[in-house]
């Protein structure tokens, strides 16, 4: 199979590593990639969704594979399947449960999914009303994409009126805060669960948990995840039992609602003393978990990937090589609150079994170059968590760039 996979991140690279390693794989391409990806697959420069069509036709690809969630919420997926290419991800329908937190509240009220109460507002008077009624403190989320910057949880009503005041009138997210919810503030550990789904059925993947925070013991700003480890701890049987309820609602919810959604579901949620809440869909896989997660599956991953896109039967579960795994970020100096100057980076081979997946690297005069952002993903796998850990940071100094920091505690 020709395979063409879209993006540019850790989470690509972690994907074109398995498809390259699949029997079923001839070509492997992606767009637009990154340099680190090369050993693994030819990577194209192309973006605009008229040039990936023309490319795919042309290369006779077989497969599309989508990362990220904006070409999904941009319709790119329905741009192939229009043209009869099997992809992996949602339609624009689909990617609706990632690009509008309204109608995945929406589903999740409609089909029982347990979640946190939320109250919309699509303007000030309406977001003052609710925010004076509110018991306790909400937690506001802007509906539209917002790059990870669209949720806030003030401490003070004083800053829930600021953010009102930042959104509805000086419209810092744009036309993303159009509409805002007001939802329940929960507390818990969060879990991330992963299944592949089409209309057919769906098979678990497995969890993860990521760590958002940028520095060690959860301090610091916000970041895209600084690491993961696959599995997050095990589930009381009343939490897996809830987590089948969970699956089994949000699949027969997108039949009822007639959504084509052939590809992953990235459901967030939270451990609570009330049970497993959700508290956002994904639609795609996540960066860094996908680094954690998917190389420890035993099962082909192109195979599961392939059966989903084309709509056949899901097998019901998977097994694994590796019971654990855990993903380190390496990330440039500055990350994340500026960009970084672009600092060439000296890598030697890690232990056999430990992967590097690169995210903010380029070339420049042949040369390999740190970027910025987060820059490498490093990966190892183990019997458990503390082994795999333990193999990851043995090999940290396999990575060497000016600058380069990341967490100690994943
Ligand atoms: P998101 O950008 O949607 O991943 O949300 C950012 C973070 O906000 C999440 O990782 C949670 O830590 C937190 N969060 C989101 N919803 C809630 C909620 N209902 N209660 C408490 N924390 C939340
Ligand atoms: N690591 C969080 C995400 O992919 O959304």
């Known amino acids: 199979m020709n395979v063409l996979i879209i993006g540019s991140g850790a989470r690509e690279h972690t994907l074109a590593t398995l498809v390259k390693e699949s029997p079923l794989s001839k070509r492997v391409i992606v767009a637009p990639g990154?340099?680190?990806?090369?050993?693994?697959?030819?990577v194209v420069?192309?973006?605009?969704?008229?040039?990936?069509?023309?490319?795919?036709?042309?290369?006779?690809?077989?497969?599309?594979?989508?990362?990220p969630e904006q070409p999904l919420v941009e319709g790119l997926a329905d741009v192939f399947r229009s043209a009869g290419l099997p992809v992996f991800g949602p339609g624009r329908e689909g990617a609706k449960l990632e690009g509008s937190k309204a109608f995945s509240k929406v589903f999740m009220e409609e089909f029982s999914i347990p979640t946190a109460h939320a109250e919309m507002a699509t303007t000030l008077d309406e977001a003052r009303a609710i925010a004076n009624n509110w018991e306790g403190l909400p937690v506001l989320k802007a509906d539209g994409l917002a790059a990870g910057k669209g949720v806030f949880l003030p401490e003070t009503p004083e800053e829930t009126e600021a953010t009102l005041?930042?959104?509805?009138?000086?419209?810092?997210?744009?036309?993303?805060?159009?509409?805002?919810?007001?939802?329940?503030?929960?507390?818990g550990p969060e879990?991330?669960?992963?299944m592949l789904r089409n209309e057919k059925g769906y098979t678990y993947l497995g969890s993860a948990r990521d760590h958002k925070r940028a520095y060690d013991g959860d301090m610091g700003p916000n970041t895209g995840g600084m690491g993961t480890i696959s599995p997050a701890e095990e589930l009381?049987?009343?939490?897996?039992?809830?987590?089948?309820?969970?699956?089994?609602?949000?699949?027969?919810?997108?039949?009822?609602?007639?959504?084509?959604?052939?590809?992953?579901?990235?459901?967030?949620?939270?451990?609570?003393?009330?049970?497993?809440?959700?508290?956002?869909?994904?639609?795609?896989?996540?960066?860094p978990e996908t680094q954690s997660l998917l190389p420890r599956i035993k099962e082909d991953i192109l195979e599961l990937l392939k059966k989903t896109a084309e709509g056949e039967e899901l097998p019901p579960a998977v097994s694994y090589t590796y019971p654990a795994g855990v993903c380190v970020c390496i990330a440039s100096d500055g990350y994340p609150v500026r960009g970084a100057v672009p600092q060439k980076v000296t890598l030697q081979t890690p232990d056999e079994g430990v992967r590097l997946f690169h995210a903010g690297t380029s070339e420049t005069n042949g040369e390999l170059v740190a970027s910025g952002g987060r820059v490498f993903s490093l990966v190892a796998f183990g019997d458990d968590v503390v082994q795999a850990r333990a193999r990851v940071y043995k090999n940290i100094d396999s990575v060497h760039f000016e600058g380069m920091w990341y967490r100690k505690d994943i």
Do not use: W
Not at 45 to 67: C, N, P, S, T, Y
Not at 165 to 181: Q, T
Not at 240 to 260: A, F, N, P, V, Y
């Open 236 to 287: 009381s049987s009343k939490e897996e039992e809830q987590l089948k309820e969970i699956m089994e609602s949000t699949h027969r919810g997108l039949l009822s609602r007639k959504i084509d959604f052939r590809g992953v579901l990235f459901i967030g949620a939270m451990r609570t003393e009330k049970g497993l809440k959700v508290l956002e869909y994904n639609v795609r896989f996540g960066d």
């Open 165 to 187: 005041m930042d959104l509805f009138v000086h419209h810092h997210l744009g036309a993303a805060a159009n509409c805002l919810l007001f939802e329940e503030r929960l507390i």
């Open 191 to 194: 879990i991330s669960f992963f």
């Open 45 to 67: 420069a192309l973006r605009e969704q008229k040039e990936l069509l023309a490319f795919a036709k042309r290369e006779k690809v077989d497969l599309v594979i989508i990362g």
């Open 34 to 42: 990154n340099p680190g990806m090369k050993d693994v697959a030819e």
